[in-house]
């Protein structure tokens, strides 16, 4: 897939989700986080919608009017969407599910009930999942919204019905996942803007035209790639192999800065970061970013019980979001495992204003990661401030001390 059509992918988005409307077919927003399981959504014949445009600071204070500028750009956008009625994506939905990951959310779920917007479901998110009660509550929610469900399609969500849609995401989470792995080559095989596209194409299509999708990449930008030896395999984080040594080996010479993206959000449309980093030079070769990114590392599977399997999978198994009790230790985890997986160089902190979860994290997150000798550059966006100078001299500075300049550059 090239340029091209990667961008014709994203421009027909909203057609497509209009066309699945005018034949009858239910769509169902949520806002993004990985604890609605789109899975149930699809059972249910309807066509699931992540509600996750974001990035243009004019559709985020447009919502001034109902919300306080305390409220995260990313939370007041989709306000602002729904006052604007511009994106045929919102003027879409039939209903919409909003999971109680955070105020911001919160008041997102309680302005369009104010203002009468659509059909919501809020899905009560247990702040502690190692606890037997929170299973017990969240499966309960999920019965709940299997009920609502039903009475908005006029279709019985079945166990049979219920793994195949499992099988469907799985198969997609699968096929996101392989592409990113190519990121693991010294030249990475997608770059970090386009996966992040593909990544958020994969929230608002149809889900099994996705998948083959994204399988096609895939399989283009592998048979692309210069050597397959080079192509790491989907081994799990826990992989061993350099990437760079082994494509160092192979006589590749791509000596760009490799990052990681850390962040509470990336909205759809919201690519200044990728696109600045990218023109710095640099490779995003990985992210570890909350909502507007679907979660490829946890599959639900099929066996067994299909709703116990979705609490298992979107409330236990995942690395446990910034809302969750405790969840500092396990995040940070991860981000050690990716570190040394893909070959990460320098960590960029990219946080919404007035996020105070990610706020709050990234003094814990710059002193442990200045123990790994990572560096860490934190940059906060209200939607406008990407594109000042002083934003890309930070950048640029920070980049030189990921290539080895003065730490104080
Ligand atoms: S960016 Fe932060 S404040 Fe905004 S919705 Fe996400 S977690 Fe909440």
Same mark, same amino acid.
């Given at each position: 897939?090239?340029d &091209? ?6 421009t027909d988005?909203?057609?497509?989700v209009r066309r699945?409307k ?7 927003g949520?806002?993004?986080g990985?604890y609605?399981? =789109?899975?149930?959504?699809y059972a +249910?014949?309807a066509?699931?919608?992540c509600?996750a445009y974001?990035?243009?600071a004019?559709?985020a204070d447009?919502?001034? +009017?109902?919300?306080p500028?305390i409220?995260?750009p990313?939370?007041r956008?989709q ?8 994106r045929p994506?919102y @003027?879409?939905?039939d209903?919409v599910?909003v999971?109680?990951?955070? #105020?911001h959310y919160?008041m997102?779920?309680?302005v $369009?009930?104010?203002?009468e $917007?659509?059909d ?7 702040y502690?999942p190692r606890e037997e009660? +929170?299973?017990?509550y969240?499966r ?5 919204? $299997?009920e609502?469900l039903?009475?908005l399609t006029g279709?019985k969500i079945?166990?049979t019905?219920?793994?195949?849609a499992?099988?469907?995401y @799985?198969?997609l989470r699968e096929a996101?996942?392989n592409?990113s792995?190519?990121?693991?080559n010294?030249?990475?095989?997608v770059s970090g803007l386009?996966?992040?596209k593909l990544?958020?194409?994969?929230l608002?299509g149809?889900?099994?035209a996705?998948a =083959?999708a994204l399988?096609?990449f895939?399989g283009?930008?592998v ?8 192509? #790491?395999?989907?081994?799990g984080?826990?992989?061993e192999?350099?990437g760079?040594q &082994?494509a160092?080996? #192979? ?5 760009s800065?490799r990052l990681?993206l850390i962040?509470p ?7 200044g970061i ?5 023109s /710095?030079?640099?490779?995003?070769v ?7 990114v679907r979660d490829?590392w946890c599959?639900?599977?099929? @066996?067994g019980?299909?709703?116990d399997?979705l ?10 979001a910034?809302?969750?009790?405790? +969840?500092?230790?396990p ?5 050690s495992?990716?570190?040394?997986w893909f #070959?990460?160089?320098g960590?960029? $902190? ?6 105070e979860f990610?706020d709050?994290?990234?003094?814990f ?14 940059l906060?966006?209200n939607?406008?401030?990407?594109r000042?100078g ?6 640029? /500075?920070?980049l030189?001390?990921?290539q080895g300049?003065?730490a104080?550059a």
């Amino acid at each position: 897939m090239n340029d &091209e059509r990667l961008e014709s992918l994203m421009t027909d988005l909203p057609a497509a989700v209009r066309r699945a409307k005018s034949e009858g077919v239910k769509v169902v927003g949520y806002l993004p986080g990985p604890y609605v399981p =789109e899975e149930l959504i699809y059972a +249910s014949g309807a066509l699931p919608v992540c509600l996750a445009y974001g990035g243009d600071a004019q559709v985020a204070d447009y919502a001034l +009017s109902l919300l306080p500028p305390i409220i995260c750009p990313f939370a007041r956008a989709q306000v602002g969407e729904m006052l604007l009625k511009n994106r045929p994506v919102y @003027d879409a939905i039939d209903m919409v599910v909003v999971p109680s990951t955070c #105020q911001h959310y919160r008041m997102v779920g309680d302005v $369009w009930e104010h203002q009468e $917007w659509t059909d919501i479901f809020k899905l009560g998110v247990p702040y502690d999942p190692r606890e037997e009660v +929170s299973m017990v509550y969240f499966r309960d929610r999920l019965s709940d919204l $299997w009920e609502r469900l039903e009475n908005l399609t006029g279709k019985k969500i079945t166990d049979t019905s219920l793994k195949e849609a499992i099988g469907v995401y @799985d198969r997609l989470r699968e096929a996101l996942r392989n592409i990113s792995l190519l990121r693991r080559n010294l030249s990475p095989g997608v770059s970090g803007l386009e996966f992040m596209k593909l990544n958020h194409a994969s929230l608002v299509g149809d889900p099994l035209a996705m998948a =083959e999708a994204l399988e096609v990449f895939h399989g283009e930008r592998v048979a692309a790639m210069p050597d397959e030896t080079g192509v #790491q395999g989907a081994a799990g984080v826990q992989g061993e192999a350099s990437g760079r040594q &082994e494509a160092a080996a #192979q006589g590749e010479t791509d000596d760009s800065p490799r990052l990681l993206l850390i962040g509470p959000n990336v909205g759809i449309g919201d690519y200044g970061i990728l696109e600045m980093v990218e023109s /710095a030079g640099a490779h995003v070769v990985m992210e570890d970013v909350f909502e507007g990114v679907r979660d490829y590392w946890c599959t639900v599977g099929q @066996d067994g019980d299909p709703l116990d399997a979705l609490v298992q999978a979107h409330l236990v198994d995942r690395v446990p979001a910034a809302f969750m009790r405790s +969840s500092t230790g396990p995040r940070f985890e991860m981000v050690s495992k990716i570190i040394p997986w893909f #070959q990460v160089e320098g960590v960029i $902190w990219y946080e919404l204003l007035c996020c105070e979860f990610y706020d709050q994290e990234a003094y814990f997150f710059e002193n442990k990661l200045r123990e790994l000798n990572i560096p860490m550059l934190t940059l906060e966006s209200n939607y406008d401030d990407l594109r000042s100078g002083s934003i890309r001299t930070r950048l640029e /500075a920070f980049l030189e001390v990921v290539q080895g300049g003065p730490a104080d550059a």
